[in-house]
């Protein structure tokens, strides 16, 4: 099983649309949460830091259940502009950063 | 400007010869990651340097593939004999590495095209 895992999509969304994306880890030893963005022949970038009790930044939403051991990401009110490849990132306790494949989102017009 | 870097940003090489890649991370992290991307694929995890620690060669591919790096500075991945296969972006990323929050900072990337 790997350790981070998610559903790699792709998620065609009408612009305005809500949409989700889970994630899931198998370390249960597991610290620190991040969602990052990858556009097209881009190098990722952080969107956002995840917080057992649950952060906003904007129209975006992440969320951590550790007994469940999976983190969620909602975008509200999409935008075109937010087409691109979603990357669950969970790091370990040795400090060691593990990236899930990512979710590709297409936002439709 | 005081990211990381990487270079060359594009490199086109024969079947068979060796590359050299070339990372400098952010003043200050201790932390130093190689990852490869194929077209089209997820990032794939390569070795990581944590300080002094021995560095975790997991990711590696192959023996042809590796990995050093001086101190808490620049690093270097070499591949050897490079095939077809190698063809992806080779990205590197540093982090401060200590504690709980290790955001990852990328660099551009560099595009490896083996003929």
């Known amino acids: 099983r790997k350790e981070v895992e998610q559903d790699p999509g792709p998620f065609n969304v009408p612009e305005g649309a809500t949409v989700a994306f889970n994630c899931t880890y198998s370390?249960?030893?597991?610290?620190?949460f991040f969602w990052y963005r990858q556009d097209c022949r881009k190098e990722p970038k952080l969107l956002m830091s995840?917080?057992?009790s649950g952060n906003e930044d904007g129209r975006f939403t992440a969320q951590l259940n550790r007994a469940s051991q999976y983190i969620s990401l909602l975008i509200r009110d999409s935008k075109l502009s937010d087409s691109a490849t979603y990357l669950c990132v969970v790091s370990r306790r040795d400090d060691k950063i593990i990236f899930g494949k990512g979710t590709r989102l297409h936002i439709l017009p | 400007g005081a990211g990381v870097s990487q270079s060359p940003s594009n490199k086109v090489t024969e079947k068979g010869k060796d590359v050299e890649l070339r990372c400098d991370p952010i003043?200050?992290?201790?932390?130093l990651y190689w990852y490869r991307q194929r077209l089209g694929q997820g990032l794939e995890f390569l070795i990581y340097f944590q300080g002094n620690s021995a560095p975790d060669k997991s990711g590696l591919p192959s023996d042809r593939f590796s990995a050093e790096r001086t101190g808490e500075s620049v690093s270097t991945l070499t591949i050897q004999r490079t095939q077809q296969e190698d063809s992806a972006v080779y990205l590197c990323?540093?982090?401060?590495?200590?504690?709980?929050?290790?955001?990852?900072?990328f660099g551009p990337g560099t595009r490896l095209t083996v003929l």
């Open positions: 003043s200050g992290h201790t932390a």
């Open positions: 990323a540093s982090s401060l590495g200590a504690g709980s929050y290790n955001e990852q900072f």
């Open positions: 995840v917080y057992s």
């Open positions: 370390n249960s030893a597991s610290q620190s």
